[in-house]
C-alpha cells in the first residue's frame, strides 16, 4: 500500500515540496503518495488528525502553521523545541506524533555543499523570528567563533539570543550597532519579499566572505545583489528548501536522498 505524505500551508499552491519528494521516491524507490493540502488557518490541528485518518503517516509544516504543529506534537525533537517551531511531523506506529524541525540541518547542509566552512567563522544572523530561531541551534552546533543576531527592534534579539547561550558565543543587538567584519551574512528577514533591505554598513564583509538568503527566486534577491556588489559570494535559500526536504525525507523513509540532482532539476524549472 502507497504510504500518504504532505505538505500543509495557507497558501500552499506555489509549493515545490511535491516535486522534490516525488524525485526523492524515484531515486530511493520508496512507494509514496506526496500532496500539498491547504488547512485551514484556524484549525491546523484538524487537519493533521483528518490527514492522519485517512492513512497519512507524517507531514511537512510551512507558514503560517510552525508553531501550531509543534503545539499538537506529543513528542519533539531536542531542536524543535528550541525553534519552538515544527515543520516535520511523523505519525509513530503506537500513534502519537513527532515533531522535529529541518529547517536549520538543511541550511548548514547547503553551506557545507557550497564549501562554506562555519567552524571558527564569525557570523552575522539578519532577523529575530520563526525564521532565525529554526537555525540558530544547527548553526551554533557547527562551531563558530561568534554568532551575532541583528534585528530592527534590538530587544528582540537580545532575548532571542539569551534563548541559545548555552550553546555557544551568541548576542542580540539592533541593525544600527553592527560593527566588524563576518564570514557569514544569513539574511533570515522577510525584507526580501517586499524588495527592501536592512540597514547594514558596506563593511560587514571579511575577504571572502559568503552571503546567504534564505529567500529564493528566478532573480538575485535585493540582499544578495548588495553583498555580490561588496564582493561577497551569494547563495540564495533554494538548496536549504531541498536539503531540509531530504532531513524530513530520511525521519520518515530512513533513506537520504542525493539532493543535487534535484537541486539542479529546480534551478531550471525555476
Known amino acids: 500500500m502507497t504510504d500518504r505524505y504532505c505538505v500543509f500551508g495557507n497558501p500552499i499552491a506555489h509549493s515545490k515540496s511535491p516535486m ?21 488557518l484556524d484549525d491546523f490541528a484538524g487537519a493533521w488528525r483528518r490527514f492522519t485518518a485517512e492513512g497519512g503517516r507524517g507531514a511537512n509544516v ?5 508553531e501550531q504543529a509543534f503545539s499538537l506534537c506529543d513528542t519533539l525533537s531536542e531542536r ?33 555543499h557550497h564549501g562554506v566552512s562555519l567552524a571558527g567563522a564569525r557570523i552575522l544572523v ?23 543576531v541583528a534585528n530592527r527592534t534590538a530587544a528582540k534579539a537580545t532575548a532571542l539570543a539569551a534563548d541559545f547561550q548555552d550553546l555557544g558565543a551568541i548576542q542580540g543587538s539592533g541593525f544600527e550597532a553592527v560593527t566588524g567584519q563576518f564570514d557569514l551574512v544569513v539574511n533570515g528577514t522577510s525584507a526580501s519579499l517586499a ?19 534564505m529567500m529564493y527566486g528566478t532573480e538575485p534577491t535585493v540582499f ?8 561577497a559570494m551569494p547563495v540564495d535559500g533554494l538548496g536549504m528548501l531541498v536539503e531540509q526536504a531530504a532531513e524530513s525525507f530520511y525521519q520518515w523513509r530512513g533513506k537520504r536522498p542525493l539532493t543535487a540532482p534535484v537541486r539542479e532539476s529546480l534551478r531550471r524549472a525555476l
Open 20 to 40: 522534490i519528494h516525488a524525485a526523492f521516491a524515484e531515486q530511493t524507490g520508496e512507494d509514496i503518495d506526496y500532496t500539498a493540502i491547504e488547512a485551514p
Open 126 to 148: 539578519l532577523g529575530a523570528g520563526g525564521a532565525v530561531r529554526g537555525v540558530l541551534e544547527p548553526l551554533l552546533a557547527a562551531g563558530p567563533a561568534s554568532v551575532l
Open 62 to 66: 510551512t507558514v503560517p502553521f510552525k
Open 224 to 231: 544578495l545583489r548588495w553583498a555580490s556588489g561588496l564582493g
Open 195 to 213: 524588495g527592501e533591505l536592512p540597514p547594514l554598513p558596506a563593511t560587514l564583509f571579511a575577504p571572502g566572505a559568503t552571503a546567504y538568503d
Open 80 to 112: 524543535a523545541r528550541r525553534a519552538g517551531a515544527v515543520n516535520t511531523l511523523l505519525l509513530g506506529k503506537d500513534g502519537l506524533t513527532y515533531g522535529d524541525t529541518t529547517d536549520g540541518v538543511g541550511l548548514v547542509r547547503d553551506l557545507e
